[in-house]
């Protein structure tokens, strides 16, 4: 399910998200997709990480349920300030931020090196089969 909670006109349409979704899914999945402006960010962020800004994306996993559940929040102003400071298409920012929720959800991190080398390749590997270019290329 994807919800718009945002009032910007700048957002990939629900058959995208779900292409993404689908293409980064290991195994089944009940997902919640939730668009929200800079304001909702930053509180789920300072709530739920102690972090008092708006971050580009959150994953929330419910560990108790079958099939796995969650929630990934993308903060559309973040996402869009990035894809222009880093240069990149917005759609295939969106594209990436959606395949890194997903796979958090999943049990992928990135916090020891290790993690984050698999989870890059993973990633890119997902995105290209999404007909996206590597994610990382420029930060290498």
């Given at each position: ?130 007909g996206y270019g590597d994610p990382y290329a420029e930060h290498h």
């Open positions: 399910m994807v919800q718009y909670a945002t009032e910007s006109g700048e957002v990939p349409a629900r058959p995208q998200f779900r292409r993404w979704v689908k293409a980064a899914l290991q195994r089944d999945a009940e997902v919640v997709l939730r668009l929200v402006d800079e304001q909702e960010g930053h509180e789920l962020n300072r709530q739920f990480r102690g972090k008092d800004y708006a971050t580009n994306v959150l994953t929330f996993v419910y560990d108790d349920t079958h099939p796995l559940a969650g929630d990934i929040v993308l903060c559309v102003p973040v996402v869009r300030q990035e894809a222009q400071q880093q240069h990149k298409d917005l759609i295939a920012h969106f594209a990436h931020l959606t395949v890194h929720g997903i796979l958090h959800l999943q049990g992928y991190d990135h916090l020891e090196d290790a993690e984050a080398i698999e989870m890059e390749r993973l990633e890119t590997a997902i995105l290209t089969r999404l």
